[in-house]
């Protein structure tokens, strides 16, 4: 007796991302390599894990006292307490009067999907999203799936190879008063005080409502504080705001998917509704949070000495970068590859942009089975003694191509 | 300048559970004591371990080979397989057929999400869900909030003191065609090969859409094949379902939340399928399931030594249920309590009816600070020899006290 499926007219998904990865790890080419890796890699090109991460894992398998219970809805009291302080520091004001709170996340997607539920729900004039465009796919997809319009922008100007305020001026300019404006590394655009206070009144008088978003504090600069400080510009002009601050790549801890979503409101009364309304939401969504990963890092971070190993992994991990970035210009420099390579050491942090055209991008794929994004950022830790000649002198190579075919 | 905040409009939410554990921790009664904990407890009063896992976690906080990168979507391949051959057998139809699969889920309310949202969208007919009452929260509340119209059922028969089937296939009866219908511990219903054949009869030609929930295989009868072996009568019957199935609380690790959504369909190519969906609905609630929980849990169930060590503490946990509820019963016996009090013994897992009125209940709750829920089930592994002549005694008093006042 055949009988009818139930899922007859479910169609197969489209595939959303990672096509890039796909076709490298179909490409047979035994050169192939991928400069595209989400998380920093050691120059032995596997993910980098903290040293002290390690350390810590043992000593709580170890530990007989442990209890694994689970967990409250909004996490664990200790570690959302010890990721504020990081945000924010101890003392700082929002701390200190009791305005900021925050809920444990399944990594900075649970962040995401967590704050765009209750934005639905509760916050019905702002359902328009601008978001960077590197972070379109996933959390910029999460806001379009609940029905938000999502707009793309990009502070990266191609023609003068730099990251520009003016450019993310000029997209709050444009934008739709009430609107939702997710903010990643804004602290790399080095706003003067001019266009700090510029963003600071459009946002202000639009009543634009900052959704910030924290990958990896401290593997920008090296240092935890400056990763984080334009966040004081917020709190000083009385910003409410939400933060998804995840706590998985700066520890190296990428499977555990360890996140924060964090809520700053005008008093603590606000706080604790908006909170309350976030705990149902958590609910339904996972319940109780998983505890491995919260517990390694509060384990650090509540420890002196080992927040301190802690940040100088951290800072070796950025000199890394800069001194990477410094050989691929170099290295550019000693092949007479056309141009300036300036942008490359201005940028910060581990992900940044080559500054290549679409059809540098493209050779380099086709031509020199090096996998970067369309638009040429690029994780600078994937780049390491082994692999650096073959990359320069295929960046070198599309340069000079695709100059000659331009004449 | 005051600033008017974005959450004005924002109310404090209100508590959906736990209401009772918190009356009991806010009893300042030294005798008190809490008899509805989700989890197995120890003799000791502790949250029940399997011993295996407290060497497995060792192990892999030792093994310097393992990876931390980022898990896949639709989780940790090998965990997924490992937990399809829990639950079906390593040699059933179903995957033996290849129409089979999983997702890695964060806990069990995890895969009542992301199950809950695919019928939501893929399956518009059929928006009308039956759950059991003990799992109105938190899973009823799941579909609730996401716009299902949710009826409770129970096959408790309070006036009988037995778990009825009778009473399920009357609820199935009534039932509109092509509802979804969440079904717990079936198993411990003991339907006769006729009550099997109506209730499958009932369920076809209603095209009722079955969504299992295996809370804790192997702790209703200390076999792990018997307590999901009523999946067969579904699979056989050639019905397409999913089941949540939930590995926290059979091995101890409460706070990681390890579940699987498990889907079954008419073949391979429906099955791909409504993977594929799922996939994007795991994306974007938390891209990257967490992954000790799964390691661990992998790692015993795919080392036959360890799977045999894993497989006795169950029988052990459920040996000392079955103890605990004799004694209970004897206790009662001799202390004269009127009443039959077999259906304490007749039940099977660690959660059972104590077969209490609301009445008596509340004397329970009120005057001798024993926390129960009102429907009277209770987790008989909450009652240890250090608390059982209290309790009985308790139960005895609040049995005669209701006795005599309808006199």
């Not at 959302?80 to 809920?103: D, P, T, Y």
């Not at 934008?175 to 946002?203: D, E, K, R, Y």
């Amino acid at each position: 007796m055949p009988t009818l499926s139930v899922f007859t007219d479910v169609p197969m998904a489209q595939k959303l991302e990672g096509s890039l990865l796909k076709t490298y790890k179909q490409d047979d080419n035994p050169n192939k390599m991928f400069l595209a890796y989400k998380v920093c890699m050691t120059s032995e090109g596997k993910p980098w894990v903290s040293s002290v991460v390690r350390k810590t894992r043992m000593q709580i398998a170890q530990d007989p006292s442990l209890n694994y219970e689970y967990t409250p809805v909004m996490g664990m009291k200790s570690f959302v307490q010890a990721s504020l302080n990081l945000l924010f520091g101890k003392n700082s004001q929002v701390i200190v009067e009791n305005r900021a709170g925050g809920v444990q996340t399944v990594g900075d997607s649970g962040a995401f999907q967590l704050g765009a539920q209750f934005l639905k729900t509760w916050c019905q004039n702002s359902q328009i999203v601008y978001i960077v465009s590197s972070q379109k796919e996933p959390h910029g997809l999460i806001f379009q799936d609940m029905g938000f319009t999502v707009y793309e922008y990009t502070f990266w100007d191609s023609a003068h190879l730099c990251l520009d305020a003016n450019t993310l001026l000029n997209v709050l300019e444009d934008a739709p008063h009430g609107c939702i404006f997710v903010i990643g590394s804004i602290g790399n655009c080095q706003l003067t005080p001019s266009q700090w206070t510029q963003l600071m009144t459009l946002m202000k008088s639009k009543e634009i409502f900052p959704f910030f978003d924290i990958p990896h504090q401290g593997l920008s600069t090296g240092d935890l504080e400056e990763d984080a400080s334009f966040l004081h510009y917020f709190v000083s002009q009385g910003f409410e705001f939400f933060c998804s601050q995840s706590l998985s790549k700066n520890f190296g801890i990428y499977d555990e998917g360890v996140g924060t979503l964090v809520v700053v409101a005008l008093n603590n009364q606000l706080l604790l509704r908006v909170l309350s309304q976030l705990m149902n939401f958590a609910r339904a969504l996972w319940l109780n949070p998983p505890t491995t990963g919260v517990r390694i890092i509060t384990s650090i971070l509540c420890n002196p000495a080992m927040q301190g190993e802690w940040r100088q992994s951290l800072e070796g991990v950025v000199e890394n970068i800069m001194m990477t970035k410094e050989k691929v210009k170099e290295k550019l420099r000693l092949l007479g590859t056309p141009g300036s390579w300036d942008h490359i050491t201005e940028q910060k942090g581990s992900h940044s942009y080559l500054g290549l055209n679409s059809q540098q991008v493209e050779y380099l794929i086709s031509e020199k089975h090096i996998y970067i994004p369309k638009n040429g950022r690029i994780n600078f830790t994937c780049i390491n003694s082994y692999n650096i000649d073959y990359i320069t002198s295929s960046i070198n190579e599309a340069v000079c191509f695709t100059k000659d075919s331009e004449k």
